[in-house]
């Protein structure tokens, strides 16, 4: 059972018209068949059935039978054993009555489902940092063991270590030591200072103290005391068998994205759906026992740091009345903690987990750590409550929405405030919001963190390159041109013209020193700044690095996957796997460049029914090597970078090829195509929504890409409608 | 050729090498012959990429199928590093995992293990978890290297929760270790030295999965089919953590002795890099052998790389696949061409690739035979599948899979024998294999009809 959301989508969006049909909507959300169109022949036919490279089906004549038939037998093309059976019977049947112009057409916008979606890494990361983080008073110390474990006490308060530091300290407790060194898996557990062991030296106060940098991730250690005596580290909270009866200590390091205390070190990888760019599809997070072993540690670490400052983070008389100030902490954190108000059930049990606890301390603990881990804090909530014949989020669910849609982290007071008061279960109240939003900085980030999403550009971090021709490919370059993305992005939409066209086609990149010397960029020194092209080569983010190298072989360019990144990426042109037998990736030949070498694509008439769509897309970039460097020649032998652009709207669409010279020329090209605009639109909708998008959603993303073609492609713009838009508050 | 480092390379490799000696001084111990009451004791899945020399597109022979009758068969120069293990596997002719979704590698790493088309289900190693597993405390142990290279997306992972739905293995050995054996993780409640009962940060876990507990059945009410499932997942989650903690799972029996991590040439840097790939698939066999040793779980998964893989094996130093000048990836040596050509390049490596993929196997293999087990050793008691998503690398086809069951499974199969079949379904195998555990499953995925004929003793 569907339903439309008749009023708002008209009004606010200027959705197409549409004269309505029957009341009776065909479930396109509920169609088994649909699903496997849009996976198999939506491609070639089509995403409404209007064609393309295959006929048009929508209103076909064909009957049941006949359509089963030819699926069975035919289609898809390169393998029709794809579907067969129960698939083709589901299939023939959503063609004959889901691809019906009456069906089809809008008036109204669907609700999008209801969903928990479990917080993402980075979500999370943010969350607790912008919950607990940096308003924390200093602990003041007279001493390092006055601090946590891993801070030292510098002028008198209590200081965090560097991510990759650690502070070391032991109390002697009166006894005469000569040394005491650290020794471990980082120093092949030396026995002596001299053999390399870490030597602690003697504060005022007698204490052996040395902060030393040591490698990220996790090591065992132990202390030794006059190079004799072999001692587990007494401040520290973790330890494991050292294989003689006794514990070493351990210790965990990382300099993850925000440096230091990334307290999602230990979370299991974060997988998402093949196709899908974005880091939050909703249906892909689940939690095994290994996420809650995961999030239970972190949750303990956190909650054991946050109560041994409650006395100061939350002042109140704890040794006199400590259930007052169990009121008074719950208060302060437990909405901001559930993206809730508690019920009373909850407040109750947290409640009951402090006072009844044996110290303070103990039971705030015991209560943060259980709310952390909370079903309420893990996943956010976009369930609404009923409202008509549906459901319609709650205030706090939309604020917790936009906040994480737009910020990428949890509330702030505004938001809250204005859940409270009742203005976020409108459009205009959302919309104003979300205005206000897009003034903070906040928001460069996640369109940053978008952007770098969008053109697949995470696995630079990650991606072989070989290490003796791409000597200079290090973590730091890396790192660097995974920022110029991040940059570049939040420049143009915030700081440039803010449209897609800018960031497909600018003239102009954002890069730091070293991602401009990769380059070869000169005169940049410092931190990210935009700096002009100048040089007709690059454009946009077709000239990233974060696309070029990741769209490439270790040794080699790859013209396909760059072409494919264009069509799947950019214009939502989900081309089918190669059939079974096709051919590698051609050998590397010193008497052909990678252009030559891959032509065969073309020739084979088998290939070229897909390759003619993906080869002329790629083939502009060969001037950019396997670490998206410009390159004159290939090795000394000439390169022929010019391309050529076919079906740009929908496979089999438009009249031939159009042949381009150079990337600015492709870029712009694509710029005012409506494939890569609707493309854009449905890639910001996947990663606002959290899934991929159905033709029960067409309404919803007609009116969003009508409205986003008007404006000219700005994007600020298409952030604001995503969120007004009637199928965001509106739920089935 | 099996490259197994001698004690005395065991004892001098390693930053913590030193610290080993009690922990293989363990394994000269008889262990614990009680409560062995036949079936198997636990299954190792070891899963990689991309297939192997099967026949050709120009119909040449398999270069890996073993050749000649039930005991009277021949192993191929590629199945030769088992050899010393010849009794105690089985070698299949003939098993097909019939069609497939979505594309020849992702499909079949899908059905690989869930037996059904897409993946719509769950797979055959969480079943048994969830089941005979269930008293564990780690019910799954899913363990990985390179697996989650460049943010691998969902269908490169072949263990499934629940339909569609995949989890990722864990990649870092030692963050494995540490969940498994590190301090995080009280002892199960028993008698003598290591009872934890009393520790308040136990009590305190309890009561958080408690309260957790009570807000999830608390939201399940209002959600859909989906999401109750997912909430569900996390149900089991926290009844596994609870039973963990001693809340009267029974989770009892472990002795895991002093556990042993070699982590030569394993760092944050180097977790990614191919030339140290071999180090950590190591590590990770290492740690399985642990954890199914010492009975922390029943059921461990091993997938080494993921399909269509991008792993520079020519990186792989002191094995004749090295070449530092030219860069072959697994999936490129897969797409050797039509015919078994020895003048190309990628067939060559291929070939190579694929043998050395049987060598960590026997490695897997040899580890367990070092350990005692009740009147034989580990491998007796075991159930290891050796396991990738297509046969031919170059043809994708999903018959005449590639599939070595080792081990005697604690009496219930009879190994030592190449068992031949005409596209029999490999789901009757997978279905053979709960048997064995002692699950009397009736069927699974697609499953022709009943565990596979002749395996099962």
């Given at each position: 059972m569907s339903r439309?959301?008749?009023?708002l989508?008209?009004v606010?969006l200027g ?14 959300a ?7 169109y849009a ?12 064609g393309g490279l ?13 359509l089963?038939?030819?699926?069975e037998t035919?289609?898809p093309?390169?393998?029709?054993s794809r579907c067969t ?11 004959r ?6 069906a ?10 209801r969903?928990l ?6 979500e999370?990361?943010?969350?607790v940092h912008d919950?607990f983080g940096d ?20 002028a008198?308060?209590?200081e ?5 530091a650690?502070?070391?300290?032991f109390?002697?407790?009166?006894r ?6 650290v020794?471990g898996t980082f ?6 200072i ?7 030296t003697?504060d005022a ?13 996790s090591?065992?250690y ?5 190079e004799?005596?072999w001692?587990?580290?007494p401040?520290?909270?973790a330890?494991q068998p050292?294989g ?5 200590s351990v210790l965990a390091?990382?300099c993850?994205?925000?440096g230091?205390d990334?307290?999602?070190v230990g979370f ?10 974005f ?9 095994t026992?290994?996420h809650?072993d995961a ?5 303990e670490?956190?909650?054991d740091?946050?109560a ?6 939350w002042p ?7 259930g ?10 437990a909405r901001?903690v559930l993206?809730r108000?508690p019920t009373a059930?909850?407040?109750?049990r ?7 606890a ?18 309420a804090f893990?996943?956010r909530?976009?369930l609404?409550e009923?409202?008509?014949?549906g ?5 706090d669910e ?7 849609g737009l910020w ?5 007071a ?6 409270d008061a009742?203005?976020l ?7 104003r919001?979300v205005?206000?939003m897009l003034d903070d900085?906040?928001?460069r980030?996640?369109?940053g963190r ?6 697949s550009g ?12 791409f000597a ?12 110029e993305t991040?940059?570049f ?6 700081d440039g013209g803010g449209?897609l066209?800018e960031?497909l086609?600018?003239d ?10 990769h ?9 990210p ?6 040089d007709g080569r ?5 000239g990233?690095?974060?696309?070029l190298?990741?769209?490439?072989h270790?040794?080699?360019?790859s013209p ?8 799947r990426n950019?214009?939502?042109?989900d081309?089918?796997?190669p ?13 052909a460049?990678?252009r030559?070498?891959f ?5 084979d008439?088998v290939c070229?029914?897909c390759?003619t769509?993906i080869d002329?897309?790629?083939f502009?970039f060969e001037?950019?090597?396997?670490v998206?460097?410009w390159r004159?020649?290939e ?9 050529e ?5 929908g ?10 010279a ?6 712009a090209?694509l710029?005012?195509?409506?494939a890569?605009?609707?493309c ?11 899934y ?5 959603e067409?309404c ?6 009508e409205?986003f073609?008007a ?6 713009e298409?952030l604001?409608d995503?969120?007004?838009s009637?199928d965001f508050?509106?739920?089935r | ?8 390379d065991l004892?001098?490799?390693?930053a913590?090498?030193a610290?080993?000696l009690?922990w ?5 111990r008889?262990?614990r012959?009680d409560?062995l009451?036949?079936?198997?004791r636990?299954l190792i899945?070891?899963?990689f990429?991309d297939?192997?020399?099967?026949a050709s ?6 270069e890996w199928?073993p050749?000649?009758g039930?005991?009277g068969?021949?192993l191929?120069?590629m199945?030769?590093?088992l050899a010393p293990?010849r009794d105690q596997c089985v ?9 497939t ?12 293990l869930?037996a059904?088309?897409?993946g719509?289900g769950?797979?055959?190693d ?8 269930a008293d564990?405390?780690?019910?799954h142990?899913?363990?990985g290297?390179m697996?989650?290279h ?7 992972h072949i263990?499934y929760?629940?339909p ?7 990649d870092?050995p030692?963050a494995a270790f540490?969940r ?6 009280p002892?199960?409640p028993?008698?003598?030295p290591?009872?934890?009962g009393?520790d ?6 309890r009561?958080v999965l408690d309260?957790s507990?009570q807000?999830?059945l ?9 999401d109750?499932?997912?909430l569900?997942l996390?149900?089991?989650a926290?009844r596994?953590?609870e039973a ?10 472990a ?13 944050g840097?180097?977790l ?6 071999p180090?950590?698939?190591?590590a990770?066999?290492d740690?399985?052998?642990?954890a199914?040793?010492?009975e922390?779980?029943?059921v461990a998964?091993?997938?080494?790389s993921?399909h269509?893989?991008e ?6 130093a ?6 530092p000048g030219?860069?072959?990836r697994s ?11 020895e ?7 291929y070939?190579?690739?694929?043998r050395w993929?049987?060598?960590q196997?026997?490695y897997l293999?040899?580890?367990l ?9 580990m491998l007796?008691h075991?159930l290891?599948?050796?396991?990738t998503e ?8 999903h018959d005449?899979?590639?599939?070595v069951?080792a ?5 219930a199969?009879r190994p030592?024998?190449l068992l031949?079949?005409?596209?029999r379904?490999h789901a009757?195998?997978?279905l053979?294999?709960a ?7 009736g069927?699974f ?8 004929p002749?395996?099962?003793?």
């Amino acid at each position: 059972m569907s339903r439309a959301v008749p009023l708002l989508a008209v009004v606010i969006l200027g959705a197409g018209g549409g004269c309505g049909g029957g009341r009776d909507r065909y479930d396109y959300a509920a169609s088994e068949g649909a699903t496997r169109y849009a996976e198999l022949c939506a491609v070639c036919h089509g995403e409404e059935g209007q064609g393309g490279l295959g006929p048009v089906l929508v209103d076909s004549p064909r009957t049941l039978e006949h359509l089963r038939d030819t699926i069975e037998t035919r289609m898809p093309p390169n393998d029709p054993s794809r579907c067969t059976g129960a698939c083709a019977d589901e299939l023939a049947r959503f063609i004959r009555d889901g691809l019906r112009s009456d069906a089809l057409a809008c008036d109204g916008v669907e609700p999008s489902p209801r969903q928990l979606r479990l917080l993402t890494r980075r979500e999370y990361r943010a969350t607790v940092h912008d919950l607990f983080g940096d308003d924390a008073p200093a602990l003041a110390c007279a001493r390092a063991t006055d601090c946590a474990y891993r801070d030292g006490c510098v002028a008198g308060a209590c200081e965090p270590s560097a991510c990759n530091a650690h502070t070391f300290v032991f109390d002697p407790q009166g006894r005469a030591l000569s040394t005491v060194h650290v020794a471990g898996t980082f120093n092949g557990w030396a026995g002596t200072i001299a053999a390399g062991g870490l030597a602690l030296t003697r504060d005022a106060d007698g204490l052996f103290v040395g902060t030393f940098t040591l490698p990220e991730g996790s090591s065992a250690y132990k202390l030794v005391l006059d190079e004799g005596e072999w001692v587990t580290d007494p401040r520290g909270t973790a330890t494991q068998p050292d294989g003689f009866g006794g514990q070493n200590s351990v210790l965990a390091l990382s300099c993850g994205d925000d440096g230091g205390d990334d307290p999602t070190v230990g979370f299991p990888a974060e997988t998402r759906p093949a196709g899908f760019l974005f880091d939050d599809h909703a249906g892909a997070g689940v939690v095994t026992s290994v996420h809650l072993d995961a999030y239970l540690a972190a949750a303990e670490a956190l909650a054991d740091r946050l109560a041994a400052a409650a006395a100061t983070r939350w002042p109140c008389d704890w040794a006199g009345d400590r259930g007052g100030c169990a009121d008074a902490l719950l208060d302060a954190t437990a909405r901001g903690v559930l993206r809730r108000r508690p019920t009373a059930d909850e407040r109750a049990r947290y409640r009951a987990l402090i006072v009844d606890a044996a110290s303070a301390t103990e039971g705030v603990a015991t209560a943060l750590h259980a709310m952390l881990v909370s079903p309420a804090f893990l996943y956010r909530a976009e369930l609404g409550e009923p409202h008509g014949d549906g459901y319609r989020l709650t205030g706090d669910e939309v604020a917790a929405a936009l906040s994480y849609g737009l910020w990428g982290t949890t509330p702030d007071a505004a938001l809250w405030a204005a859940a409270d008061a009742g203005e976020l279960t409108t459009p205009d109240g959302i919309e104003r919001h979300v205005r206000r939003m897009l003034d903070d900085p906040r928001a460069r980030d996640l369109v940053g963190r978008f952007a770098l999403q969008w053109v697949s550009g995470e696995a630079i971090e990650t991606v072989d390159k070989q290490p003796d021709r791409f000597a200079g490919f290090d973590a730091r370059v890396r790192a660097a041109l995974a920022a110029e993305t991040r940059n570049f992005a939040a420049h143009v939409v915030f700081d440039g013209g803010g449209t897609l066209r800018e960031l497909l086609t600018a003239d102009y990149t954002v890069v730091d020193e070293v991602a401009a010397a990769h380059y070869g960029i000169a005169g940049v020194t410092g931190g990210p700044r935009p700096v002009p092209y100048g040089d007709g080569r690059r454009a946009g983010v077709l000239g990233h690095a974060t696309m070029l190298a990741t769209q490439a072989h270790s040794d080699q360019t790859s013209p396909i996957r760059r072409g494919l990144f264009v069509r799947r990426n950019l214009l939502c042109h989900d081309l089918p796997p190669p059939p079974p037998t096709a051919g590698g990736v051609p050998d590397v030949d010193p008497d052909a460049t990678t252009r030559e070498r891959f032509a065969q694509h073309t020739a084979d008439p088998v290939c070229a029914g897909c390759h003619t769509y993906i080869d002329g897309l790629g083939f502009g970039f060969e001037h950019f090597d396997p670490v998206g460097r410009w390159r004159d020649d290939e090795d000394g032998r000439p390169i022929d970078a010019t391309g050529e652009v076919r079906g740009l709207e929908g496979l089999g669409t438009g009249a031939g090829a159009t042949p381009y010279a150079t990337v600015p020329e492709l870029a712009a090209m694509l710029a005012d195509s409506d494939a890569a605009a609707a493309c854009f639109v449905r890639q910001s909708f996947r990663f606002t929504r959290g899934y991929v998008e159905t033709l029960a959603e067409r309404c919803a993303r007609r009116s969003l890409t009508e409205r986003f073609r008007a404006s000219g492609g700005d994007i600020r713009e298409l952030l604001v409608d995503l969120f007004v838009s009637p199928d965001f508050l509106e739920r089935r | 050729m099996i490259t197994r480092p001698s004690r005395r390379d065991l004892l001098r490799l390693g930053a913590a090498g030193a610290l080993a000696l009690p922990w293989l001084l363990r394994r000269d111990r008889r262990a614990r012959a009680d409560a062995l009451t036949g079936g198997a004791r636990r299954l190792i899945v070891f899963y990689f990429p991309d297939g192997v020399v099967g026949a050709s597109q120009n119909g040449e022979p398999s270069e890996w199928h073993p050749t000649g009758g039930e005991t009277g068969f021949t192993l191929p120069w590629m199945l030769e590093p088992l050899a010393p293990f010849r009794d105690q596997c089985v070698f299949f002719r003939g098993l097909s995992m019939g069609s497939t979704d979505a594309g020849s590698h992702p499909g079949g790493a899908k059905k690989l293990l869930t037996a059904t088309d897409g993946g719509y289900g769950r797979s055959i190693d969480q079943h048994l978890a969830a089941t005979v597993g269930a008293d564990r405390p780690f019910r799954h142990l899913y363990l990985g290297a390179m697996a989650n290279h460049n943010g691998a997306s969902g269908d490169k992972h072949i263990s499934y929760v629940g339909p569609g739905q995949t989890v990722p293995p864990e990649d870092d050995p030692r963050a494995a270790f540490q969940r498994l054996f590190g301090a995080g993780t009280p002892p199960p409640p028993g008698p003598g030295p290591g009872t934890d009962g009393d520790d308040p940060r136990v009590a305190r876990r309890r009561s958080v999965l408690d309260t957790s507990r009570q807000e999830l059945l608390a939201l399940r009410g209002r959600l859909d089919t989906r999401d109750q499932q997912r909430l569900d997942l996390h149900a089991e989650a926290i009844r596994e953590l609870e039973a963990r903690l001693g809340g009267g799972g029974g989770g009892g029996g472990a002795s895991c002795g002093e556990p042993y991590l070699d982590t030569t040439g394993i760092d944050g840097s180097t977790l990614y890099d191919p030339g140290h790939f071999p180090d950590v698939l190591r590590a990770q066999i290492d740690l399985a052998v642990q954890a199914t040793a010492c009975e922390l779980t029943r059921v461990a998964v091993i997938q080494a790389s993921s399909h269509t893989s991008e792993l520079i094996m020519s990186r792989f130093a002191d094995t004749p696949m090295y070449d530092p000048g030219f860069d072959m990836r697994s999936h490129q040596a897969s797409h050797y061409g039509p015919a078994h050509d020895e003048a190309r390049r990628e067939f060559l490596a291929y070939r190579l690739q694929r043998r050395w993929w049987v060598e960590q196997f026997a490695y897997l293999l040899d580890q367990l035979r070092q350990w005692p087990e009740g009147d034989g050793t580990m491998l007796d008691h075991s159930l290891v599948l050796l396991c990738t998503e297509v046969c031919d690398g170059n043809t994708h086809l999903h018959d005449d899979m590639p599939l070595v069951l080792a081990g005697g499974g604690g009496g219930a199969i009879r190994p030592g024998r190449l068992l031949s079949f005409s596209y029999r379904r490999h789901a009757d195998l997978l279905l053979a294999i709960a048997h064995a555990m002692g699950d009397p499953l009736g069927s699974f995925g697609d499953a022709s009809g009943g565990p596979l004929p002749g395996l099962l003793a």
